[in-house]
């Protein structure tokens, strides 16, 4: 039987375009059936693969979610609705790929969108979140490469020579992974660190001194460390760029540590004792108020004061540099994306 060259684009999910059943001459006739609207479907779910990794919506994200699954349901319907070719074999193993993705997109990444929203409380929390979130994508990715492996079977049964487009779907999300693989892992990284500044100006915002010094302590440990990992770290295709930057955050947190947060406990230690002193001079009727008593509370006024002037320069400078370091690692990190995440 002479061979039929068949250029495909192996796409994620199928619809079939009637939604009576119809009979096919051939297995060719079959494929390009089931393959006529495949890239709609097959933009959706990279949209929605791309949503999950970038959106700052969980409502987009969700949204995203929930019209893919209309059209899951709708390939669904449409392909059962139609005959096989040469038996319900291979038609069958296609429900059985729409569906498994279809329990994917309605527990996986449903609970996924849920510890989105709670990921950033604490480090577990956000581990929990992206293990989840990789181990999802991996079932995606394995469940694509099954698919393929049942389409190139029944193609060699029926004498179809499939030529694999270099845009496939199957590759995107083979490479995506690996590309996520890479950034979690330093990201991880990052956020391990970043939340003990998290931590610490909670303490700073609640006045509280010990765990302010304690808090900056722990800060500081981290980024060392940070900075002793980020050496150990392998990059992706050579590319430095979020290493770099994720090294001057870190950078960044031990000056804050060692240099800033010093002048902002000494200004909230000077406050504290101004606040008794002040109460001692209230509580005093002016006509017994002493000379040395009023020497001294003029002198705390007088250090309250710079005191006061030290912490608000550095409060401005501190929020100025971090949100710079911040703003310019997270443009690192979608440029790191953009740059190696397969396009549409």
Excluded: C
């Excluded at 699954?69 to 070719?85: H, M």
């Amino acid at each position: 039987m002479k061979n039929i060259s068949l250029k495909l684009t192996i796409a994620f999910l199928f619809v079939i375009t009637s939604m009576s059943a119809q009979n096919f001459k051939s297995a060719t006739d079959y494929l390009d059936f089931v393959g006529k609207e495949q890239k709609a479907i097959t933009k959706n779910m990279w949209r929605y693969t791309k949503a999950v990794a970038h959106s700052k919506s969980d409502r987009s994200i969700d949204g995203k979610r929930k019209n893919l699954l209309k059209s899951v349901d709708r390939a669904i319907l449409k392909i059962k609705k139609a005959n096989g070719f040469d038996g319900d074999d291979y038609k069958n193993k296609i429900l059985e790929h729409l569906t498994f993705n279809k329990n994917l997109l309605n527990q996986d990444y449903a609970k996924i969108i849920d510890m989105k929203a709670v990921a950033e409380q604490s480090y577990d929390a956000m581990e929990a979140y992206i293990l989840a979130q990789e181990l999802a994508d991996k079932k995606m990715e394995e469940s694509q490469r099954d698919y393929e492996k049942n389409l190139h079977e029944f193609a060699t049964k029926h004498n179809i020579n499939i030529v694999e487009n270099e845009t496939d779907l199957g590759k995107k999300m083979k490479i995506s992974n690996q590309v996520f693989e890479h950034y979690n892992d330093l990201f991880l990284t990052y956020f391990k660190v970043y939340i003990n500044e998290v931590y610490l100006w909670e303490a700073i915002t609640a006045n509280d001194v010990s765990a302010i010094q304690q808090n900056a302590n722990a800060l500081n440990t981290a980024a060392k460390d940070g900075l002793e990992i980020l050496k150990t770290k392998s990059t992706y295709k050579n590319d430095t760029s979020i290493l770099n930057a994720t090294k001057k955050v870190f950078e960044f947190f031990i000056d804050e540590s060692e240099n800033q947060i010093p002048v902002i406990t000494e200004f909230l230690i000077l406050n504290e004792d101004f606040e008794k002193i002040q109460a001692s001079i209230d509580q005093t009727p002016e006509r017994k108020r002493t000379e040395a008593q009023i020497d001294n509370y003029n002198k705390k006024v007088k250090e309250i004061n710079e005191a006061a002037d030290n912490y608000n320069k550095v409060n401005v400078e501190l929020n100025e540099q971090r949100q710079k370091m911040i703003n310019s690692l997270n443009a690192t990190n979608s440029k790191f994306l953009s740059k190696h995440i397969p396009k549409d």
